[in-house]
């Protein structure tokens, strides 16, 4: 499964297709989609136009089979049982395209306004008789000599009409749900780029720190020592370290967002490295904070050091923030169950969280420090799930009395 999934990385990386390029691809299928409806719609339209016209020429061959005078009781038949099953427009006329009086025996499925004359009436059935002429040519009604003696006008239903128009305004729904959308989450993107650069800003601030305050207090120790030669060579030492931490964390930010290389490492050393850097400088936070390792040496796996270190140093630091305490503990456990399955717990005893702060601890820009911005976790989550196909958890916590994250890698024993 991992390994399925770091070559689907590989081939996302390969493959990553531009802003514009994705546009395009896009507007193609969505022009796709839309022509397809449209075709659809129309070869919908066309078979009922089909089925309407063969349902009129059925009519008046009945009507022209039963409206002889002799055969009044099956015409009152027709009337009464197959006429009202039409859904389409009719208007029978005379020869001369007239229509023929009464107007609503001669009519079907056309609303004719009885408070006008009879003459806007008549005027009403010869425009409707003119747009029905366009569409369709009229059925005639011939005598058994072949002379005209009605004609049948018709047009197609209402349903056609909007069926017709049915894609035009599905896509004028969906271009208006696409604009919505867009804007809606443009707005909220640029409000998660904005908190992005933000936290990126403040994090970049927070990593800068540490060996910035450390380095203005061995200056300090510089000047109270200036006449002591080894005290000064160990200052010096500690501000090298600092130094190279500058560095190192310079290099982490230039490898988010890329993909970063990766090295066989013991875990125990990347982690002691950490430990150490911390607990030179614990001290100046005020409080005495103990880190206890339980590390087991023999554990190698796969990882980027720097940003694999960013991930150990931010929980540490989240670990020692939390005790509000004169004295507190942080305990760091490297274990390792099986070949495949490596385990990297850091408990503290600090004030722990709520049920609710649980569940969100992970999201951009949720924090439970007073002047905190919400990156740390969510870059760590990253920084493990991405990069290198593990997981982080917060496996229990209780107000009062601490929490414990768990960091799950792959990885072997030596």
């Known amino acids: 499964m991992k390994l399925f999934k770091s070559k689907i990385s590989d081939i996302f990386y390969r493959f990553t297709y531009s802003k514009w390029q994705l546009k395009i691809l896009l507007g193609a299928t969505a022009f796709g989609i ?244 911390f607990e030179k400088r614990l001290p100046h936070i005020g409080r005495q904070i103990e880190i206890v390792r339980n590390l087991d040496n023999n554990i190698v796996t796969s990882i980027n050091p720097d940003l694999f270190q960013w991930v150990i140093e931010n929980l540490l630091k989240n670990a020692t923030e939390a005790i509000e305490n004169k004295r507190g503990k942080v305990t760091i456990d490297l274990t390792c169950k099986d070949k495949s399955h490596i385990d990297i717990s850091v408990t503290d005893t600090g004030k722990g969280m709520t049920a609710k702060q649980r569940r969100q601890i992970f999201f951009p820009g949720f924090t439970t420090k007073n002047r905190g911005w919400g990156l740390g976790l969510s870059l760590c989550k990253r920084i493990v799930e991405d990069y290198h196909d593990g997981k982080i958890y917060l496996k229990e916590t209780s107000l009062g009395k601490g929490s414990t994250f768990v960091i799950e890698l792959p990885g072997n024993k030596k």
Not at 37 to 59: H, W
Not at 168 to 177: C, D, K
């Open 34 to 277: 839309f022509i397809s409806m449209i075709l659809y719609t129309q070869s919908l339209v066309r078979e009922l136009i089909e089925i309407e016209q063969k349902t009129v020429k059925f009519y008046t061959d009945i009507y022209k089979r039963y409206s002889d005078p002799n055969t009044i009781e099956d015409y009152l038949f027709l009337i009464d049982n197959i006429t009202p099953t039409l859904s389409f427009p009719v208007i029978i006329t005379d020869k001369n395209d007239e229509p023929i009086y009464p107007y609503d025996q001669y009519t079907i499925n056309i609303d004719i306004d009885t408070s006008l004359t009879m003459e806007e009436q008549k005027q009403f059935l010869v425009e409707n008789i003119k747009r029905m002429k366009e569409t369709y040519t009229p059925i005639i009604i011939e005598g058994p000599d072949g002379k005209v003696l009605q004609k049948f006008y018709y047009s197609h239903s209402f349903l056609i009409d909007k069926l017709r128009f049915f894609p035009f305004v599905e896509i004028l729904i969906v271009i208006t749900f696409i604009v919505i959308g867009y804007i809606a989450f443009s707005t909220i993107r640029r409000n998660e780029e904005s908190k992005v650069w933000v936290g990126m800003a403040k994090e970049a601030a927070h990593q800068l720190g540490t060996p910035i305050s450390s380095l203005m207090a061995w200056m300090e120790i510089m000047r109270l020592n200036k006449d002591k030669p080894e005290a000064l060579e160990d200052t010096i030492n500690e501000m090298e370290s600092d130094i190279t931490r500058l560095g190192v964390i310079a290099t982490r930010f230039s490898k988010i967002g890329s993909k970063p290389e990766k090295f066989t490492k013991n875990l125990a050393d990347v982690i002691e490295q950490i430990c150490n850097y």
